[in-house]
């Protein structure tokens, strides 16, 4: 069985557009911004021999307010930068949305699904986000998790078991603790 580390995108991967203290995705590859030491850190915890799935929710696809080619052309150039083993995402909009899914973080399919397609070890694996979603997430896959905390105008529902102010600390903590 492999680990892995699951990565949200926006706030992990790329800088968030911030309103009003609440993130939200870029809305065009103009906008995305692949954070300093993202490509480092990704590269050292892949020469660790983690897989690195990025699972991502872009509920804005799903209600209508962004178009999904743009996600998938920011996947592109992501994918085509970093050292990723897999994309997820979920486009669904929400339950309020009446498009409720078991995709959707906090919910854990993208997880599960990845781990069954790339024979991955949940317990072997961290979870890795800016979210209280994430967190959740992590947790109820049964993976580590470590939260990159931007000071959002939100709280963390489930506590994480490793804070991080970047990516690049997230992959130290990893390693640390896989030595």
Same mark, same amino acid.
């Given at each position: /069985?492999?680990?892995?580390?699951?990565?949200?995108? !926006?706030?992990?991967?790329?800088?968030?557009?911030?309103?009003? $203290?609440?993130?939200?995705?870029? &809305?065009?590859?103009?906008?995305?911004?692949?954070?300093?030491?993202?490509?480092?850190?990704?590269?050292?915890?892949?020469?660790?021999?983690?897989?690195?799935?990025?699972?991502?929710?872009?509920?804005?696809? &799903?209600?209508?307010?962004? !178009?999904? @080619?743009? +996600?998938?052309?920011?996947?592109? +150039?992501?994918?085509?930068?970093?050292?990723?083993?897999?994309?997820?995402?979920?486009?669904? $909009?929400?339950?309020?949305?009446?498009?409720?899914?078991?995709?959707?973080?906090?919910?854990? @399919? /993208?997880?599960?699904?990845?781990?069954?397609?790339?024979?991955?070890?949940?317990?072997?694996?961290?979870? +890795? &986000? !800016?979210?209280?979603?994430?967190? !959740?997430?992590?947790?109820?896959?049964?993976?580590?998790? +470590?939260?990159?905390?931007?000071?959002?105008?939100?709280?963390?529902?489930?506590?994480?078991?490793?804070? =991080?102010?970047?990516?690049?600390?997230? =992959?130290?903590?990893?390693?640390?603790?896989?030595?």
């Amino acid at each position: /069985m492999n680990s892995a580390v699951f990565l949200d995108r !926006d706030g992990v991967i790329n800088r968030p557009i911030i309103r009003e $203290g609440r993130p939200y995705p870029p &809305g065009s590859i103009a906008e995305f911004e692949i954070l300093p030491g993202v490509a480092d850190a990704c590269q050292a915890l892949k020469n660790a021999g983690f897989l690195l799935v990025v699972v991502t929710n872009q509920p804005d696809v &799903g209600r209508g307010t962004l !178009d999904r @080619g743009i +996600v998938e052309e920011i996947h592109q +150039v992501m994918a085509g930068r970093l050292p990723l083993d897999l994309v997820l995402t979920c486009f669904h $909009g929400g339950e309020k949305y009446g498009q409720p899914c078991e995709c959707r973080k906090p919910q854990p @399919g /993208m997880l599960r699904q990845a781990a069954n397609r790339l024979q991955i070890s949940l317990p072997d694996s961290y979870m +890795v &986000g !800016d979210r209280w979603r994430d967190i !959740d997430c992590g947790k109820r896959a049964g993976c580590k998790t +470590v939260f990159i905390d931007w000071g959002y105008a939100e709280y963390l529902r489930e506590t994480p078991d490793h804070l =991080a102010p970047n990516l690049e600390e997230a =992959a130290r903590i990893i390693l640390r603790k896989n030595l």
